[in-house]
């Protein structure tokens, strides 16, 4: 396994910062844009990208990913799995087309499904002692906590915004 597929987890949401933290400089925005542009990145970037890669894996790399969260080969499962994270991964990329409570469903529906899976991952690493690279490693850590630092984003940049008297925007 190479070591893109060890950090891949942590990878698009360090290049979703960086994108957004350039974005930000560039138009010097204020607090509330800023937070909001940051938010934005995270959830096309961050997200939608990183879960169009985990898309193409489950579906094109069935096999090789199975065994890299120890699940056995030749599921059918996997299929299912590939089809949600692409689902999720152009829901990601609409982030930066749609707002608000679009934005609102998005950290939603993927929070639930990822702490979900998180804790799943926590199941088979106490149950089952499954110590594997995409079981145990990033991939848990990522489930259980980027949705929460998303959610909390999105709080944070609501509250700011309506402190500032700024109106719901659809640009950010």
């Known amino acids: 396994m190479g070591i893109f597929e060890l950090v891949w987890p942590v990878f698009f949401p360090l290049v979703g910062a960086i994108i957004a933290l350039i974005h930000i400089r560039w138009k010097k925005m204020g607090r509330a844009e800023a937070i909001g542009t940051f938010l934005m990145w995270q959830l096309a970037v961050g997200f939608g990208l990183s879960y169009l890669y985990a898309a193409t894996g489950h579906l094109f790399f069935a096999d090789k990913v199975a065994e890299s969260i120890g699940w056995p080969t030749g599921s059918p499962f996997q ?9 999720m991964g152009i829901c990601g990329l609409l982030c930066l087309k749609f707002r608000e409570d679009f934005w609102t469903a998005v950290i939603i529906g993927f929070g639930i499904f990822s702490v979900l899976a998180g804790l799943g991952h926590v199941y088979e690493l106490v149950v089952h002692a499954d110590f594997s690279p995409n079981n145990a490693g990033a991939v848990m850590y990522i489930d259980l906590f980027y949705p929460l630092i998303l959610g909390g984003l999105h709080i944070w940049y609501r509250r700011v915004r309506a402190a500032a008297g700024s109106p719901a925007s659809g640009e950010v």
């Open 79 to 87: 299929r299912e799995v590939g089809m949600w994270d692409l689902s």
